[in-house]
């Protein structure tokens, strides 16, 4: 698979299980951040974003947590589905400088959701 | 309706040729991206178009020369391939800076 090769972080769960996904970032002065799921062959998809103001953001069967005295991002799926099965990148930006709007994506974790 | 759409899907070369990747978004974005993804699945930035101007230039080799003629493109030329250009580049559009960026299916460009 496409997947071979790889050495990103790797989530494997059962259908039906919730999801956890980790995400460390860079820089403390980063106040927006994004998660993505990217599918083989496939671009980046939005899922849920949240910026520095908040702790928690919900979607549908997602949630982001922020916690920025430890710089971590997480990304909780429930109920996790076949579908799921990607690698989800976290990315950060701040507004300061030559920055501006620039995207900086984590390095990846591959989930595998096993029927 | 493909929302950020690229052309060509894949692309195989060799060394030394000059190529271009097109993109084009439907949304009406004003901001548009250049990322280049490699082999072990890292995302770099390496443009950022606003109102058709240049906002974000990564230490990219001047071999790459990005191009918008109007908000909804934004193309990328590479001059004199080589064999580190292999990857897959996507490009993205959001509504302004830092806002969601909405990426197009990559390009997954082979050099030989």
């Known amino acids: 698979g496409e997947s071979v090769g790889l050495h990103l972080p790797t989530l494997s769960v059962q259908e039906g299980d919730n999801s956890i996904i980790n995400c460390a970032y860079s820089n403390s002065a980063s106040d927006y951040f994004i998660w993505y799921k990217q599918e083989s062959g496939k671009g980046p998809q939005f899922i849920i974003d949240?910026?520095?103001?908040?702790d928690k953001r919900q979607g549908q069967r997602v949630t982001v947590l922020l916690n920025k005295t430890v710089k971590h991002l997480s990304l909780q799926i429930a109920a996790t589905q076949p579908g799921d099965s990607a690698v989800y990148f976290c990315a950060e930006n701040f507004a300061g400088g030559t920055s501006y709007g620039k995207l900086t994506f984590g390095q990846g974790t591959i989930l595998t959701v096993h029927p | 309706d493909t929302a950020v759409s690229q052309t060509p899907k894949y692309l195989v070369t060799q060394m030394g040729n000059d190529k271009s990747i097109k993109c084009e978004q439907n949304l009406g974005h004003d901001t548009m991206y250049w990322y280049k993804q490699d082999s072990k699945k890292f995302l770099k930035i390496m443009f950022s178009y606003n109102n058709k101007e240049l906002i974000i230039n990564e230490t990219v080799p001047n071999r790459f020369s990005p191009k918008s003629p109007d908000k909804a493109h934004l193309n990328l030329h590479i001059n004199s391939l080589e064999l580190g250009d292999s990857a897959v580049y996507f490009c993205?559009?959001?509504?302004?800076?830092?806002?969601?960026?909405?990426f197009g299916p990559g390009t997954r460009l082979l050099v030989l």
């Open positions: 993205a559009s959001s509504q302004e800076v830092r806002e969601t960026q909405y």
């Open positions: 949240i910026r520095s103001n908040m």
